[in-house]
């Protein structure tokens, strides 16, 4: 299964701001990754619209997680960006009356789906010095 690039620049915005402990901007995220900034502008007002992420206006503003990353579980997350009844689409087909393909993929999908629901953001920060460390290294290239 793939993911989407919306669920991939999601999770790094997610994984970015989890791994540091300070408001971060858009451009500072779409920089590092070489993610167009209007693009990624999109992804971080769904992820804020969602309650995942906090945006803070003005001067001393930026992007920050909305609750603690031991909080946010990552199937909460791929749910929210993933159409995931959308891996197949049956309508038209004819032979789609008779056809148990449709029930194989909803079990495929959810067990995909199980195996990010069991971790929560901050089990993929584990490593949150090294993750605050590359990301500064990138930041100042």
């Known amino acids: 299964m793939k993911l989407s690039l919306y669920s991939d620049y999601a999770m790094r915005v997610m994984i970015h701001l989890a791994a540091k402990d300070e408001k971060i901007s858009i451009r500072e995220v779409a920089d590092i990754y070489d993610i167009s900034q209007n693009h990624l ?84 920060v584990k490593k949150k010095s090294d993750l605050a460390a590359l990301l500064t290294a990138i930041s100042h290239v």
Do not use: W
Not at 84 to 106: N, Q, Y
């Open 41 to 124: 502008m999109k992804v971080v007002q769904d992820l804020a619209g969602a309650g995942f992420i906090e945006a803070v206006r003005g001067r001393n503003g930026g992007l920050r997680l909305a609750k603690p990353a031991d909080q946010i579980n990552l199937g909460s997350i791929l749910r929210h960006t993933e159409k995931l009844t959308d891996l197949f689409v049956c309508e038209g087909c004819i032979i789609a009356p008779a056809c148990g393909l449709p029930v194989v993929l909803r079990e495929a999908t959810a067990a995909f789906v199980a195996v990010f629901d069991r971790y929560s953001l901050a089990d993929v």
